[in-house]
């Protein structure tokens, strides 16, 4: 029979054991999770399963904490409920905040640069290491003839959607998404500064202005320049000559590389040709600038009708009135060229 001293010692090393087990369970719960002591960066994929994230967080925390985090894991069947994204794990947080943040979704934004690229297959190649989706998904979204349908373009205008600048996105968004929010960010730019006035004042649309800044974009690096030569394809286009622009016949045959533009390359047989078809070509030639899409909104006013570049191969033009001008400015780049043997 237990005397009650025996009882009470029982009752007593019982409470002891429950207070031991409560203590040790709270300091492995709220003590800090993180060994780096700086914020750590952890990217959970669709693929992700409760093994391999803990396997991930084995970089930026200790063992026993990595368990607890597993048992908090099993505990709560957080295999069944993993959430994508790129979490932030902040130096002083518990390994309970730690589970709940990655529990609940609490990722943090990343800063995406959407870049002057030619290409978009170039563009999906940049954006895809920075976030979750490949290249693949982003390429085949900007292929997809009904998304780009909703929004706005078609598959040759939809390289006007890009605006070159850093946004904050979540690294888990979608290929659809990344282009909505392209979209947004379009519209804001556009309704900013008069942009849009400006661009119907000209009769064109933005689509029709982005299109033009991409071929400036490519006649110069020269960002002081780009007004004038904005301004003299503004002039063809008002008197209806054909633009004859260098940059769109590369673009048509696919190779930006040439040097020197013969005749044989001004005969290819393609809409972007502006050697042979009048107007602005399909659409933009490369992810046109900001500051190419407002040297066309605020060009220079002249009557300059030609351009050539320079025979001293600065990158800069020498401008012209009339076609004889002209002549004789190409002939000093000829000659150029021909001295450098530049074929």
Not at 142 to 170: I, R, S, W
Not at 187 to 199: P, V
Request: aromatic share 10%; with cysteine.
């Amino acid at each position: 029979m237990i005397t009650i001293r025996r009882r009470y010692y029982l009752v007593a090393a019982f409470i002891c054991l429950i207070a031991a087990v409560a203590l040790t369970g709270y300091y492995y719960l709220f003590s800090v999770f993180s060994k780096t002591g700086t914020v750590s960066y952890l990217d959970i994929d669709g693929d992700d399963t409760t093994d391999s994230v803990c396997q991930k967080l084995t970089v930026m925390a200790s063992p026993r904490a990595v368990n607890v985090f597993r048992m908090l894991a099993s505990y709560y069947d957080y295999g069944e409920h993993i959430r994508t994204g790129h979490y932030a794990i902040s130096p002083e947080a518990t390994t309970l905040e730690t589970f709940r943040q990655l529990r609940n979704g609490l990722q943090q934004p990343i800063k995406l640069t959407v870049p002057e690229v030619r290409t978009l297959d170039r563009m999906a190649a940049l954006l895809a290491p920075h976030l979750m989706i490949d290249s693949v998904a982003i390429a085949n979204a900007l292929k997809d003839t009904v998304l780009c349908h909703q929004l706005g373009y078609d598959t040759a205008t939809v390289v006007a959607l890009f605006v070159p600048n850093t946004y904050e996105v979540y690294w888990n968004i979608s290929a659809e998404a990344l282009l909505q929010r392209m979209k947004k960010e379009n519209d804001a730019f556009w309704n900013a500064q008069g942009r849009k006035e400006k661009a119907a004042a000209l009769g064109l649309t933005p689509v029709e202005v982005a299109t033009l800044a991409s071929i400036v974009d490519e006649e110069t690096a020269a960002n002081a320049e780009k007004p004038t030569i904005a301004g003299l394809y503004l002039n063809r286009l008002r008197q209806g000559m054909l633009l004859q622009a260098d940059p769109t016949v590369k673009f048509a045959l696919g190779d930006f590389t040439l040097r020197r533009i013969l005749n044989r390359h001004l005969e290819v047989d393609n809409p972007y040709n502006t050697y042979l078809y009048p107007g602005l070509p399909p659409g933009p030639i490369r992810v046109p600038s900001v500051v190419g899409i407002d040297a066309v909104l605020n060009h220079q006013q002249h009557d300059y009708l030609y351009m050539c570049a320079k025979e001293d191969f600065s990158g800069t033009h020498n401008f012209a009135h009339t076609l004889q001008e002209h002549l004789r400015n190409a002939a000093r780049y000829a000659a150029a060229l021909n001295q450098r043997g530049i074929k």
